[in-house]
């Protein structure tokens, strides 16, 4: 059977992704994923100096997508299948070039972890994520920030002949572009998959990269790696150095027998063929490999845990089974970043596919007869000579220009192109994609003017780059070119030049809560509680007198509503808090995030029964944010009862800092 590629189109139980939160995410990203600094010592040299290296600042010019909700129906998702006589594989561009299915086709077996749902949740650098299959985690440390966002998509020929998938887009916070090529050879039971990383820039740029595959978690299920120690990372954000499969008398390789989520990034040796597999209690399922250049890998589970089965639970629907993850990266750990000379690339092939071992050896006490089962296994069905040979195919086609468009993505990458005078072979960002978000920025570049908006409404898109901030400078000083030099400033770390050109914006500006947003964030990370409860009840009673209808008006309610009602609890302002309650709009009142501020506003009112009664009546918070407490941590200052399972989200041992 030939290798085909095809459009399809997938139907799942989904909900929807929602609009953006129109607000700048001046914050720094949550620390669930920074290291303890007291974890540092002792940390091999190469390692701890990549864990320093460029850090996010903010999450610009990235915005938040946290406008998703948990009410799901039947909704259509454009696809792409490729087959041969091997495997089906299904491929959606608009959800970050997710592999949603990898099915043996002999066997009918399903490789991967399928989720039977789409449903987002705040996992995402900038929110919005989902569960399952295998994603490509490019940019800083976390979940991709292109999670729930459309790559460009196109057939190319493949090296052997045949049709190959290309898919690419502009990683915005890095500012770098990127490839991931998907075929199938005629007569291979593996999908390969090539990678490229481009630096266009004259300077150098910090870069990550994990491969993140999703498996069934099954009782009898084990995972295997080449490698005798791993570095564990758990939510308690320690690193230490233990022994594989485990200690103490617990395999930490089976994933259930861990009681709390953690990562287990595995020390394999430089010379060691890279690969991690995901085999069941009779030795099927799912290998991994690559070339040398994704060198590490990582074990993410759940745990067995309350917390670790509420959140498998929240990610997908009642009756699914769970599932661990298994990773690739371009480092040893996922607190890494590796610097990319400018004019330079990184590139690799991944191969993924059907592995069998002899159960009896897989699941051994011997760990290194077991890995060994494996890995001959491996050799056997994909030497890895062939991987080579197949990268070096590959890299001759990198280059090829697409033929048939699949899908298309933004249109940022088409605007860095041509502002920046970028020439990428392969990935074309074709003018024709630039939309309304990049109208203003082209104009500011081919005229020096950021552009009045044709109507009132929330700004569009901050950039944030370099040469976006020089225009920026010397552009007319008008209120909104304030405001966009003001993000581009802070996002510099230039802090007191952007309160400076807010303050200059706010003279003048007939919108003024955009700008009293910003102040009020400043104030905040200053260390002025009092200022900054000021700045956010003024900015939100602006906003409330100014909104009008429309999904991107009242993202701007809630979002605000929610800054403005966590800092005036904060600092004890509650009439205003209770204002701020009472002038937001009923639809936004029902939402889960809301009614966790109502509880908390009752509770400090005195109103502690009817705090309680919120948490009775039953709500969920779509945006719980990965890591977050603040269900139990509410939860405990209304009662001593133990915590309802339903918000039972905790994700580390009990005391943990």
Same mark, same amino acid.
């Given at each position: 059977?030939?290798?085909?590629?095809?459009?399809?189109?997938?139907?799942?139980?989904?909900?929807?992704?929602?609009?953006?939160?129109?607000?700048?995410?001046?914050?720094?990203?949550?620390?669930?994923?920074?290291?303890?600094?007291?974890?540092?010592?002792?940390?091999?040299?190469?390692?701890?100096?990549?864990?320093?290296?460029?850090?996010?600042?903010?999450?610009?010019?990235?915005?938040?997508?946290?406008?998703?909700?948990?009410?799901?129906?039947?909704?259509?998702?454009?696809?792409?299948?490729?087959?041969?006589?091997?495997?089906?594989?299904?491929?959606?561009?608009?959800?970050?070039?997710?592999?949603?299915?990898?099915?043996?086709?002999?066997?009918?077996?399903?490789?991967?972890?399928?989720?039977?749902?789409?449903?987002?949740?705040?996992?995402?650098?900038?929110?919005?994520?989902?569960? !399952?299959?295998?994603?490509?985690?490019?940019?800083?440390? !976390?979940?991709?920030?292109?999670?729930? #966002?459309?790559?460009?998509?196109?057939?190319?020929?493949?090296?052997?002949? !045949?049709?190959?998938?290309?898919?690419?887009?502009?990683?915005?916070?890095?500012?770098?572009?990127?490839?991931?090529?998907?075929?199938?050879?005629?007569?291979?039971?593996?999908?390969?998959?090539?990678? %490229?990383?481009?630096?266009?820039?004259?300077?150098?740029?910090?870069?990550?990269?994990?491969?993140?595959?999703?498996?069934?978690?099954?009782?009898?299920?084990?995972?295997?790696?080449?490698?005798?120690?791993?570095?564990?990372?758990?939510?308690?954000?320690?690193?230490?150095?233990?022994?594989?499969?485990?200690?103490?008398?617990?395999?930490?390789?089976?994933?259930?027998?861990?009681?709390?989520?953690?990562?287990?990034?595995?020390?394999?040796? =430089?010379?060691?063929?890279?690969?991690?597999?995901?085999?069941?209690?009779?030795?099927?399922?799912?290998?991994?490999?690559?070339?040398?250049?994704?060198?590490?890998?990582?074990?993410?589970?759940?745990?067995?845990?309350?917390?670790?089965?509420?959140?498998?639970?929240?990610?997908?629907?009642?009756?699914?089974?769970?599932?661990?993850?298994?990773?690739?990266?371009?480092?040893?750990?996922?607190?890494?970043?590796?610097?990319?000379?400018?004019?330079?690339?990184?590139?690799?092939?991944?191969?993924?596919?059907?592995?069998?071992?002899?159960?009896?050896?897989?699941?051994? #006490?011997?760990?290194?007869?077991? %890995?060994?089962?494996?890995?001959?296994?491996?050799?056997?069905?994909?030497?890895?000579?062939?991987?080579?040979?197949?990268?070096?195919?590959?890299?001759?086609? #990198?280059?090829?220009?697409?033929?048939?468009?699949?899908?298309?993505?933004?249109?940022?990458?088409?605007?860095?192109?041509? *502002?920046?005078?970028? %020439?990428?072979?392969?990935?074309?960002?074709?003018?024709?994609?630039?939309?309304?978000?990049?109208?203003?920025?082209?104009?500011?570049? %081919?005229?020096?003017?950021?552009?009045?908006?044709?109507?009132?409404?929330?700004?569009?898109?901050?950039?944030?780059?370099?040469?976006?901030?020089?225009?920026?400078?010397?552009?007319?000083?008008?209120?909104?070119?304030?405001?966009?030099?003001?993000?581009?400033?802070?996002?510099?770390? =230039?802090?007191?030049?952007?309160?400076?050109?807010?303050?200059?914006?706010?003279?003048?500006?007939?919108?003024?809560?955009?700008?009293?947003? *910003?102040?009020?964030? #400043?104030?905040?990370?200053?260390?002025?509680?009092?200022?900054?409860?000021?700045?956010?009840?003024?900015?939100?009673?602006?906003?409330?007198?100014?909104?009008? !209808?429309?999904?991107?008006?009242?993202?701007?309610?809630?979002?605000?509503?929610?800054?403005?009602?966590?800092?005036?609890?904060?600092?004890?302002?509650?009439?205003?808090?209770?204002?701020?309650?009472?002038?937001?709009?009923?639809?936004?009142?029902?939402?889960?995030?809301?009614?966790?501020?109502?509880?908390?506003?009752?509770?400090?009112?005195?109103?502690?029964?009817?705090?309680?009664?919120?948490?009775?009546?039953?709500?969920?918070?779509?945006?719980?944010?990965?890591?977050?407490?603040?269900?139990?941590?509410?939860?405990?200052?209304?009662?001593?009862?133990?915590?309802?399972?339903?918000?039972?989200?905790?994700?580390?041992?009990?005391?943990?800092?």
């Amino acid at each position: 059977m030939a290798t085909t590629v095809r459009r399809a189109v997938l139907t799942l139980t989904a909900a929807p992704t929602g609009p953006e939160n129109p607000l700048p995410a001046l914050r720094a990203p949550d620390g669930v994923h920074v290291l303890d600094e007291r974890s540092r010592e002792g940390l091999p040299r190469d390692m701890a100096r990549q864990i320093g290296y460029a850090p996010l600042r903010s999450l610009l010019p990235v915005r938040i997508r946290d406008g998703y909700r948990r009410e799901r129906t039947e909704q259509q998702f454009d696809a792409v299948v490729i087959e041969n006589a091997h495997l089906r594989v299904t491929v959606l561009p608009g959800l970050g070039g997710r592999v949603h299915s990898l099915v043996h086709l002999p066997t009918g077996r399903e490789l991967l972890y399928r989720n039977p749902v789409f449903q987002p949740a705040d996992f995402a650098l900038n929110g919005a994520w989902f569960s !399952g299959g295998i994603e490509w985690n490019f940019g800083a440390t !976390g979940h991709t920030a292109l999670s729930c #966002a459309p790559l460009h998509a196109a057939l190319v020929q493949a090296p052997d002949g !045949g049709a190959m998938l290309r898919m690419w887009e502009w990683e915005r916070l890095r500012d770098l572009p990127f490839q991931v090529d998907l075929w199938l050879p005629e007569d291979s039971a593996f999908l390969y998959a090539g990678v %490229r990383v481009r630096n266009p820039h004259e300077r150098p740029a910090p870069v990550y990269w994990w491969s993140n595959t999703a498996v069934p978690e099954e009782p009898g299920t084990r995972i295997l790696a080449p490698a005798d120690e791993a570095w564990h990372f758990g939510y308690e954000r320690t690193l230490r150095r233990i022994p594989v499969p485990g200690r103490e008398g617990a395999d930490r390789t089976y994933p259930l027998r861990s009681e709390y989520p953690a990562d287990f990034f595995y020390e394999v040796q =430089d010379a060691a063929r890279p690969w991690i597999a995901s085999l069941d209690a009779d030795g099927h399922g799912l290998v991994q490999t690559s070339t040398a250049a994704l060198r590490g890998r990582k074990l993410f589970v759940w745990g067995a845990g309350t917390g670790g089965r509420r959140w498998q639970e929240w990610l997908t629907e009642p009756g699914t089974g769970g599932y661990a993850e298994i990773q690739a990266g371009l480092a040893r750990t996922q607190l890494e970043h590796v610097r990319l000379e400018g004019g330079a690339e990184f590139s690799w092939l991944e191969a993924y596919g059907p592995l069998s071992a002899d159960p009896s050896a897989v699941h051994g #006490a011997d760990w290194t007869a077991a %890995r060994g089962a494996a890995e001959g296994a491996l050799d056997a069905v994909l030497p890895r000579e062939r991987v080579e040979a197949a990268y070096g195919a590959w890299r001759g086609s #990198a280059d090829t220009e697409p033929g048939e468009r699949l899908a298309e993505g933004s249109g940022w990458g088409a605007l860095e192109a041509l *502002c920046g005078g970028h %020439r990428l072979p392969g990935t074309p960002f074709g003018e024709s994609t630039l939309g309304e978000e990049q109208a203003p920025w082209l104009e500011l570049w %081919r005229t020096g003017v950021f552009p009045a908006p044709e109507r009132v409404g929330p700004p569009g898109p901050s950039l944030v780059a370099a040469h976006w901030r020089d225009m920026l400078e010397t552009a007319p000083a008008d209120p909104l070119t304030e405001y966009h030099l003001g993000v581009a400033q802070w996002h510099a770390g =230039d802090v007191a030049q952007a309160v400076r050109s807010w303050e200059r914006g706010l003279a003048l500006a007939p919108s003024r809560w955009p700008l009293l947003r *910003c102040l009020a964030v #400043a104030d905040a990370l200053a260390g002025d509680p009092a200022r900054a409860a000021d700045g956010f009840a003024a900015a939100f009673a602006d906003l409330a007198a100014e909104s009008r !209808g429309g999904e991107h008006w009242s993202a701007a309610e809630a979002a605000l509503g929610r800054e403005a009602m966590t800092a005036l609890l904060a600092a004890g302002r509650l009439p205003d808090a209770r204002e701020v309650w009472d002038r937001l709009r009923p639809a936004l009142r029902e939402q889960g995030r809301f009614r966790l501020l109502a509880a908390r506003l009752l509770a400090a009112e005195g109103h502690v029964a009817a705090a309680r009664r919120v948490f009775e009546d039953g709500f969920e918070v779509p945006d719980l944010r990965e890591g977050e407490e603040i269900l139990s941590e509410v939860w405990s200052t209304l009662t001593d009862h133990p915590l309802p399972a339903r918000y039972d989200f905790r994700m580390r041992p009990p005391g943990a800092p």
